[in-house]
């Protein structure tokens, strides 16, 4: 097998950790969603190692993330977030995962297709993106339906449409017959119990993200990108380093040049921004982030040579504010030339 240069350190602990402060603070049945492969992170691995949590709901956008996920654990249950498209017949006849319907031609497709399924749907309830509408529950008369979902479009913050949103989200439980009933993402469960009804639908703060304050504390890191040392070197006071000659040193500056950057899903915001670490200390980035390499100022200590993998700095909230991105953009954004190594 080739080498690879990069690489993710990620925690298993850390995963399971969160896994189970969403679980206790929900009160309620807690899923996960593994969309966009895990959020970066590889999501056979993580539904393998959610599912020895405790974890038995399992969620990804699209049929061939359904498919490529492989057979679930023993117990697990998945459903499709996006439904059935025009095109998705024959890959929902192979699978046993339920889609969300979204809308009435979904429900249609559905119907005529596959009415002694159990099927999950969709209702938006102030989202205004995906779900049939509150006046349209009348055409889910006689549907087998598992779960019935909403999605919080504010829960990140303090906002009105929180409340408003959980009102209208008890008449439409108090309406149409469901075996469970779901709301809350991260943030929603952040909000309260009264936000969690039978399951919660955790993502982002399962994999390290915060999504409110109640959070921090309790949300374990759980990725860490390491790149590999390319070459040491002595910037030499007075010179520039990489395009655009962004940065000059004004002492000499023993420094690292790392094989990652941009093209790595390393954002090229971090320039000047962004660190490596080296134990407790961190080590700024110098210049500017190229597709594919960072200079690292290692005055602060590491006796590097070349070969030697160092670690970049990714506490996401912090990082992604450093960037001037969301934690998501942050975290599904690591490209695919990583090794991604679970311990």
């Not at 691995?45 to 679930?72: C, I, Y």
């Not at 008369?141 to 209208?168: F, M, P, V, Y």
């Not at 703060?205 to 070459?231: D, S």
């Not at 070349?306 to 506490?315: A, V």
Request: some cysteine; charged content about 20%; overall charge negative.
């Amino acid at each position: 097998m080739t080498h690879r240069p990069l690489r993710l350190s990620l925690s298993k602990d850390a995963l399971q950790s969160n896994w189970r402060w969403l679980t206790a603070t929900s009160g309620v049945e807690t899923g996960a969603a593994i969309k966009a492969d895990g959020y970066g992170l590889g999501a056979v691995e993580v539904a393998k190692f959610l599912h020895d949590a405790g974890a038995r709901e399992f969620f990804v956008s699209t049929w061939d993330e359904a498919q490529a996920l492989g057979p679930l654990p023993e117990g697990a249950r998945l459903a499709v977030l996006h439904g059935l498209g025009p095109d998705d017949a024959a890959a929902a006849a192979a699978s046993d995962a339920r889609p969300v319907l979204n809308t009435l031609e979904q429900v249609r497709r559905w119907r005529i297709a596959f009415a002694d399924r159990p099927c999950d749907v969709m209702v938006d309830t102030g989202m205004n993106r995906l779900g049939l509408g509150m006046d349209e529950l009348g055409a889910l008369d006689g549907l087998k339906i598992d779960t019935l979902h909403s999605h919080l479009a504010c829960a990140d913050e303090d906002h009105d449409r929180n409340a408003l949103q959980l009102q209208r989200f008890c008449e439409v439980k108090d309406s149409v017959a469901a075996r469970q009933y779901s709301l809350a993402n991260s943030a929603g469960i952040c909000l309260g119990r009264d936000y969690a009804f039978d399951l919660v639908r955790p993502g982002l703060a399962l994999y390290g993200g915060i999504p409110r304050a109640e959070a921090v504390g309790h949300i374990q890191q759980v990725v860490t990108p390491e790149a590999q040392v390319l070459q040491v070197r002595t910037l030499k006071a007075g010179d520039s380093i990489g395009y655009g000659a962004s940065f000059t040193a004004d002492r000499n500056t023993p420094i690292a040049i790392l094989n990652i950057g941009y093209a790595d899903g390393y954002p090229r915001n971090l320039s000047g921004n962004g660190y490596a670490t080296f134990g407790a200390n961190l080590l700024p980035l110098l210049g500017r982030v190229s597709m594919d390499l960072v200079a690292v100022d290692i005055t602060r200590g590491g006796a590097w040579r070349e070969g030697d993998w160092m670690p970049l700095h990714f506490d996401l909230p912090t990082a992604a504010d450093a960037a001037g991105v969301t934690q998501y953009e942050l975290l599904t954004g690591l490209g695919q030339r990583y090794e991604r190594r679970w311990a």
